[in-house]
Nanobody
Framework: QVQLVESGGGLVQAGASLRLSCAAS????????MGWFRQAPGKEREFIAA????????KYTDSVKGRFTISKDNAGNTVDLQMDSLKPEDTGVYYC????????????????????WGQGTQVTVSS
């Protein structure tokens, strides 16, 4: 079955960097777009970044543009999120997700587009 396992979260100070990784298995990873979402305490889960199945296109929410970078290793079945210049408002549980649709022609950004989710990894940024 599909498995997505996130790692790399932690507690850091503002301005620091973290790299999240998601190991995928149980499906043809190279044919599916992947995304990262965040859920802050008391808030709904929100889109952070996504990458097209063929790695050709990436999309980011405005608040992380220029600071976060998503990358996909189709040979290693991993998708990473490099987070630089972290801010306290980046705090939350970060979830990796796989697209519902094989070889979607565009980069999905809505929660309903993603059908498989990891268990999440906590990121806490102190001021």
């Amino acid at each position: 079955q599909v498995q997505l396992v996130e790692s790399g979260g932690g507690l850091v100070q503002a301005g620091a960097s973290l790299r999240l990784s998601c190991a995928a298995s149980g499906f043809p990873f190279s044919h599916f777009a992947m995304g990262w979402f965040r859920q802050a305490p008391g808030k709904e889960r929100e889109f952070i970044a996504a990458i097209k199945w063929d790695k050709d296109v990436t999309k980011y929410t405005d608040s992380v543009k220029g600071r976060f970078t998503i990358s996909k290793d189709n040979a290693g079945n991993t998708v990473d999120l490099q987070m630089d210049s972290l801010k306290p408002e980046d705090t939350g549980v970060y979830y990796c997700a796989a697209d519902r649709q094989r070889r979607r022609s565009y980069v999905p950004t809505e929660i309903r587009n993603f059908g498989s989710w990891g268990q999440g990894t906590q990121v806490t940024v102190s001021s």
